[in-house]
């Protein structure tokens, strides 16, 4: 019942499927309890659906409590499968890539080796099983193939890249086959796999990936359009998605045309994702402010005044979406945020405008001081980058022609030089 309300895609929904899997977890921990050798696969199963809800609302007490479900229901299947009932393989796959994904959620870099080894199994034994039963867990394959790409790419270095590759072409593969048998449940399915493939193939650099690329994004958009056409509650979040990929395919072509028209799909996912994240900010937020990051950059390659100042508008915009989500996640958040305000002051910076030259001082004086709570916990991690907000705050303030600033441009002199020294001597 918590998965077909979730299926619905509203939050009153969502919110009534957490309310369920939470009790069913209850109540089959309560009967494992009394019977084991019986309930404790259900329990399993409800303590990977409970994961999934949690994981969705995007709060940092509802991650660490999916976490914490997921391990255990990993455990509980691995245990069943060693004690000899190789039946559970398909349910300890499926728990293998949901730990995956609730670990690599929680934004660490060390879990990427664990999520990548969790894959990897999970892999392995989809690929036994499509051996012994074929065409029965082929979907899963696929699923656990996207992961896997994903995984791989996080790791950064070009073997991964290209091995990252290859799992994203096999996924869609076999999705293309199953969509032509069912196409009404697996088309979706397809899109989500070439938008992976889109991403990946982006990434190689080269021209003719970035034109593949292109063609699977064109696709993948334009299979979502035609779903959200007919369920929007569903699938908008995943038309947006699917827009800010192809705006993202398009700008790496070039050309004026081609430009324009990933501004135009970039403006339009940033419209879904306003409206998304007005019902739930934890859950669609961080999306809305990559939207209008991406939007912002890309009205400030136009170059004319009208865009400048849009630039300004939706990089304000990002900005407050950031500093929300700081307020439940600053340790990942407040680095988005000082980094948007770095990137935004440069590019007022190189204006002429009075205006705009104002407009960077506000931004550099908050990204100074976003950096200096980040560097009371992290210092050395983050020295470098108030250095470099330091810099771009004493270049904006000596823009400004206002005598009154003076004690703010030798005290920033001061801050900067100093940190300069510090930096040094880390570096040595």
Known sequence: FASRLTEQGSPPSRAEALTCAREAVRIHRKLAEEQPVVYRSSLAKSLSILANRLLERGDATSRNEALACAREAVSVYRSLVNSGQPAYRPDLAMSLDNLALNIYDQGEAAARSEALALTKE?????????????????PNLALSLNNLA???????????????L?????AV??????????????????ALSLNNLANHLSAQGDAASRKEALACAREATGIYRQFAAEQPDLYRPDLAKSLNILANCLAE???RALY????ACTKEAVSMYRDLAEEELSAYGPDLAASLNNLASRLAGRGDVASRSETVVCAKEAADVYRKLATDRPAL???KLAQLLNNVTAFLLSQSEEALLFEALVFAREAVGVYRKLMAVQRGAYMPGLCKSLKMFLSALRKQDDQSLSAEVSAAEKELSDVEIE???LKS
């Open 173 to 190: 593969h076999i999705r293309r086959q199953l969509a032509k048998e069912d196409p009404s449940a697996r088309l979706p399915d397809l």
């Open 122 to 138: 999970a892999v392995g034994i989809r690929r036994e099983l499509v051996k012994e039963h074929s065409a029965l867990h082929l």
């Open 423 to 425: 930096l040094a001597k």
């Open 333 to 335: 958040y407040l680095p």
């Open 150 to 164: 994903n995984r791989l790419a996080d790791q950064g270095d070009a073997a991964s890249r290209k091995e990252a």
């Open 166 to 170: 290859v799992c994203a072409q096999d």
């Open 253 to 255: 072509q070039g050309g």
């Open 260 to 263: 324009n028209e990933a501004l």
